[in-house]
T-cell receptor, first 116, second 116 residues
Framework: GAGVSQSPRYKVAKRGRDVALRCDSI?????LYWYRQTLGQGSEVLTY????????KSGRPSGRFSAERPERSVSTLKIQRTEQGDSAVYLC??????????????FGPGTRLTVL | AQTVTQSQPEMSVQEAETVTLSCTYD???????LFWYKQPPSRQMILVIR??????QNATENRFSVNFQKAAKSFSLKISDSQLGDAAMYFC?????????????FGPGTRLSVLP
């Protein structure tokens, strides 16, 4: 079985443009997460979804970031009106079970976004 | 809000030697989970070891072990018999028991180099 994959691996966007990052999780996994990883600051969770074929329910952060889950094992992170501060690596992760603290999350290789 | 601190941005160890990576955290919760993740240059994060806060016994996974000091809020990772493949970024992470996505907190990471 393939692991979590993300595309593209690298993305350069002009400030103000919208971008969409894709994540293909492991088949059968229930919960999908998106993290933003910045050098020296670690990773912060942006959003997660625990249902299939539904929009993300976390509501965090609000505004320019949103996630959609058009298929059970696919998630798309959309960033509207990108800002230079959005430059980071965006990691997708999934877990087999629901969003419980002890459930292992499997991470994708990340997408490095650079906003010019 | 919980915070995770890794005070060593970079560490190096000689092959076959032992190295300890430090991690401290701040929380007001009594029950939670702690993790160490490894992120090789390919960027895919892999779970190394997990500790439940209610367990007094330190977790061990082959050459990896932790020193969990709950009162001191310390969670260090010891790697014995270091191998070249251990070279990576290591992230310490905290997660609340209910595990809602917002409560997964990573430290800034420690880059470990293994010298032949």
């Amino acid at each position: 079985g393939a692991g979590v994959s993300q595309s593209p691996r690298y993305k350069v966007a002009k400030r103000g443009r919208d971008v969409a990052l894709r994540c293909d999780s492991i088949s059968g996994h229930v919960t999908l997460y998106w993290y933003r990883q910045t050098l020296g600051q670690g990773s912060e969770v942006l959003t997660y979804s625990q249902s299939d074929a539904q929009r993300d329910k976390s509501g965090r952060p609000s505004g320019r970031f949103s996630a959609e889950r058009p298929e059970r094992s696919v998630s798309t992170l959309k960033i509207q009106r990108t800002e230079q501060g959005d430059s980071a690596v965006y990691l997708c992760a999934s877990s087999f079970l629901g969003d419980r603290g002890h459930n292992e999350q499997f991470f994708g290789p990340g997408t490095r976004l650079t906003v010019l | 809000a919980q915070t995770v601190t890794q005070s060593q941005p970079e560490m190096s160890v000689q092959e076959a030697e032992t190295v300890t990576l430090s991690c401290t955290y701040d929380t007001s919760e009594s029950d939670y989970y702690l993790f160490w993740y490894k992120q090789p240059p390919s960027r895919q994060m892999i779970l190394v070891i997990r500790q439940e806060a209610y367990k007094q016994q330190n977790a061990t996974e082959n050459r990896f072990s932790v020193n969990f000091q709950k009162a001191a809020k310390s969670f260090s990772l010891k790697i014995s018999d270091s191998q070249l493949g251990d070279a990576a970024m290591y992230f310490c992470a905290y997660r609340s028991v209910p595990g809602y996505g917002q409560n997964f907190v990573f430290g800034p990471g420690t880059r470990l180099s293994v010298l032949p």
